[in-house]
């Protein structure tokens, strides 16, 4: 077949090249900073290099081979220097794995792969005898399109888009030219694109990449946080420490305490992503299958559309117009936003502890705090997680609440929008990894934990008062309150007070036993049991 007008065949439709395969590359706080376990993995530095976890085993050879082109482009630091969003510039290092999946690159290679995909699928449809079942070697033609495409066959879609200002037109096209070279494809060649509208391949292209990209990139990041904070909340279990309620002083609780809460918070919202079904429509320009059932009447369209779409990996929308509605992107996009906000709360209360010195920072060598205050060490990672957190949410807020609102049919409002999904989840990204090197630089300080606790007995009203209750003396709240609300109490106070009550003898033994540092309750047992809690899994995963 001719090339379309205005467009020369290149000369790479001679033939697909065979490039080589990279081999995907495996990366692991036990505690803070200690070596990882394959079951409790959760060490910050392999967050920071792009951990993977037991779900991002397989092999995506062709993400890999992406970013190895990429950077090793000539112009790749100068790129870096001029981007203007900082994902792509200053935080390129830290957010890379998600470029394949979320770039213009990957939106292109996701369009090619369902174009190709499609005209197979016709294929195997025996009332389309116009496009009999093709040939080994055409498949492997077909196939190999998909499994080698690089960087400059984008730029050679993009190149083809400067003259027909359609970007899935554009990937038509690029198409017919590189099969132009195999007659049994050339002859059906007209059958790329048949019978679909734009958003036929973009919403799929999407689907794909957020299923993949989220699997691979964001949920084992998102696991190792959980590992890592499981590990906190086990080793430190028996540690005590002062809580604050109000940001005043409060029943005492224990450092592995703490942390637990948040474990098994994230960890719950980990088991709803399995809730979320990634959806894809084939249904045509109005979603009716209009032109389709035009042309082949006799076809079951909707179960051919059922079928192919399912066979992507993807659930089927049987109810659409020209779009899907996007309403699965908005329950995906408001778990990261919960997830997040959790994580907020979590850099802040470790700023927090830092700052009341109950986490000593571990300095790094050469770097520095502040350009005038040399004795600085900054908590910056967790304060730069909170901050991208901020951004990644109302990134990804600003989608959610916009994508599943569409004028009538279709407008094109959802189609710009898109384009950011990659955004909100790289700020997340980012966040994810700072928390696990803010953790991966904190040491628990007990000399001020302790300090802490044998500066505030009043903290003991609360048990006496209560044990005064069972034994039946009355006004205990308001006797405790005369004694330690605004008053300095020490342990001598307290001790006075309880050898004043008329309690059995054997309880006020256990009373006059009692400090603020034992008086934890059940914080030590919460913390070790939180493993039995928390499920990884089940959550953290689309299927």
Known sequence: MSAPPSLKTPATAVAVSRRSVATPRATGLRGACAPPTRRLRCSASAAVAGASTEMADAPLDWAERSLEELHSLPDHDTFCLMALSPLDGRYDRFVKELMPFFSEFGLIRYRVLIEIKWLLKLSQIPEITEVPQFSKEAQSLLNAIIENFCIDDAKEVKKIEKVTNHDVKAVEYFLKQRCSSNP???????????GCTSEDINNLSHALALKEGVNKVMFPAMIDLCRAMCSLATQNSGYPMLARTH????????????????????????????EVKILGKFAGAVGNYNADVVAYPEVDWPKVAEEFVRSLGLQFN????????HD??????????????VLTDFDRDMWSYISLGYFKQIPKAGEVGSSTMPHKINPIDF???????????????????????????????DSTVLRNLGMGLGHSLLAYKATMRGISKVQLNESRLAEDLEQTWEVLAEPIQTVMRRYG???????????????????????????????????????????????????????????????????????
């Open 383 to 413: 304060e730069n997680s909170d901050g991208n957190l901020c951004q990644a949410n109302s990134i990804l807020s600003g989608i959610s609440m916009k994508l599943p609102i569409s004028r009538l049919q279709r407008d094109l409002t």
């Open 318 to 325: 049987p109810y659409v117009t020209q779009i899907e509605p």
């Open 473 to 543: 003396i009355p006004e205990p709240y308001e006797k405790l309150k005369e004694l330690t609300r605004g008053q300095a109490v020490t342990k001598d106070s307290m001790q006075q007070f309880i050898n004043g009550l008329d309690i059995p003898e054997e309880v006020r033994s256990k009373l006059s036993k009692l400090t603020p540092h034992s008086y934890t309750g059940l914080a030590e047992d919460l913390a070790r049991d939180i493993e039995k809690w928390v499920d990884l899994e089940s959550g953290f995963q689309i299927k």
């Open 184 to 194: 049994e494809i050339a002859k059906v060649s007209e059958f790329f694109h048949f």
């Open 328 to 341: 699965y992107i908005s329950k995906l996009f408001n778990l990261f936003t919960q997830f997040n906000n």
């Open 247 to 274: 940001g005043q002083p409060a029943s005492p609780t224990t450092v592995g305490k703490e942390m637990a809460n948040f474990a098994a918070r994230l960890s719950d919202i980990g088991k709803s992503f399995s």
